[in-house]
């Protein structure tokens, strides 16, 4: 039971430093005055952060969808090209469709909503 408990602890620290991550880069990429040098720097700042935990292997879409857009942007990190254009529109358009991929069960739709609520009419 103690390394069941372990195994959870391990699993929800690293599933914060992943989301950190997540939320660090698309804040930095959504910034007006965007400066890529510093987005370089920060985000492997944040990566090296995001190493001292051990990794955990996450089943669910979102968590493998977080973890492909680290490596995705660890790849346009250490590979730039000249004006980063291309390569911010791809990691933005990734961050929205995995923001999408989390808040997809909040946007379900109550079935008979209206029969919920019997006033008696």
Do not use: W
């Not at 372990?6 to 880069?25: H, M, P």
């Not at 490596?71 to 358009?93: G, H, M």
């Amino acid at each position: 039971m103690n390394s069941n408990i372990n195994e959870k602890q391990l699993r929800i620290r690293y599933i914060r430093v992943v989301e950190k991550f997540l939320t660090r880069t698309i804040s930095l990429l959504k910034l007006e005055n965007f400066d890529k040098e510093i987005f370089f720097k920060r985000t492997l700042k944040n990566y090296e952060d995001m190493c001292k935990t051990p990794k955990v292997e996450l089943y669910s879409d979102y968590y493998s969808g977080v973890d492909n857009f680290v490596q995705k942007t660890l790849n346009f990190v250490k590979n730039p090209s000249d004006d980063f254009i291309d390569e911010r529109a791809t990691l933005l358009k990734d961050a929205n469709l995995l923001q999408k991929e989390k808040n997809k069960a909040t946007y379900k739709k109550d079935k008979h909503r209206k029969d919920k609520f019997d006033d008696g009419n």
